[in-house]
């Protein structure tokens, strides 16, 4: 399963599509506010609203919505996730495939997003496979003091005082000219964004299962307080439902 997978497109118009074809001439950089990147986010949820299975996100989703977090890997400037999704899933080199770089070239971007990682304490799994690629930059925002060990990746470690702020943090990424910004979680960072102001587009895919118990939900610890979001697209491939919702300003 790959850009080809076949998706039934319900909303807005509908009719059959591809992920890769759903995606072409998705340009977010071109939406790039001033003073941070265009930001959206991915998540995978089950029927009872569960982002995680035993722990991780790996066995909600299906292959075709693999192959919809690969296409969404291959637009924005950077992915950002933070240390609790790291520590859980273990990250390696986010476009792995060489054909999926090329295309980020074709489109006038670097060949390896700009790894963006967040951490109050950096708390890092440095033996995750992100860190032995040696390939792409990473960035870690933190409030901690500590160190980064001697790591194949190249990582630049930014200090902020106390607690890691965000607005500031996407800005200064934005000052080094990120535009676009792939946000894949965790709830907790995703929730810190959300109460921020700071993103402009969700992809949920809700996957037809359910997880019971108690794993967390598309956010954690957000305060309560109604936030309106558009329906632009809804997609179906066998019960998998792929949404992509736009905060209401
Ligand atoms: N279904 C999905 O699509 C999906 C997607 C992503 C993750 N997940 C699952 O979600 C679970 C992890 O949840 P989580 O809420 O712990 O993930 P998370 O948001 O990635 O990580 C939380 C940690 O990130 C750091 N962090 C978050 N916001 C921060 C901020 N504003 N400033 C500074 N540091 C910040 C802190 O790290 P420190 O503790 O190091 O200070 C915090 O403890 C995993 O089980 C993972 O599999 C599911």
Request: aromatic share 2%.
């Given at each position: 399963m790959g850009p080809e997978s076949p998706l039934r497109r319900l909303l807005p118009e509908p009719g059959g599509t591809t992920v890769g074809e759903l995606l072409e001439g998705y340009e977010p950089e071109r939406r790039a506010p001033e003073r941070r990147p265009f930001v959206y986010t991915n998540f995978a949820l089950t029927v009872d609203g569960h982002a995680t299975i035993d722990g991780r996100s790996g066995a909600i989703g299906s292959d075709t919505d693999t192959a919809m977090l690969v296409a969404l890997r291959t637009h924005p400037d950077a992915v950002m996730i933070g240390a609790g999704t790291l520590r859980a899933e273990g990250y390696g080199r986010v476009v792995a495939d060489p054909a999926k770089r090329e295309l980020r070239e074709r489109r006038g971007l670097s060949p390896d997003p700009l790894m963006v990682l967040v951490s109050n304490r950096l708390e890092i799994p440095w033996d995750a496979p992100?860190?032995?690629?040696?390939?792409?930059?990473?960035?870690?925002?933190?409030?901690?003091?500590?160190?980064?060990p001697d790591v194949a990746t190249p990582v630049e470690i930014v200090?902020?005082?106390?607690?890691?702020?965000?607005?500031?943090?996407?800005?200064?990424?934005?000052?080094?000219?990120?535009?676009?910004?792939?946000c894949?979680?965790?709830?907790?960072l995703h929730a810190e964004l959300i109460a921020a102001g700071l993103v402009d587009e969700l992809f949920v895919t809700r996957s037809p299962r359910?997880?019971?118990?108690?794993?967390?939900?598309?956010?954690?610890?957000?305060?309560?307080?109604?936030?309106?979001l558009e329906l632009l697209w809804l997609c179906e491939s066998e019960g998998e439902l792929y949404a992509r919702y736009g905060f209401r300003r």
């Open positions: 992100l860190f032995a690629a040696g390939a792409g930059d990473v960035v870690i925002f933190t409030a901690s003091e500590s160190e980064a200090r902020h005082r106390d607690r890691v702020d965000l607005v500031a943090a996407l800005e200064e990424l934005r000052g080094r000219g990120v535009r676009s910004l792939l894949e979680g965790g709830p907790t359910l997880a019971g118990g108690t794993g967390p939900g598309l956010v954690t610890g957000l305060e309560a307080h109604t936030r309106d």
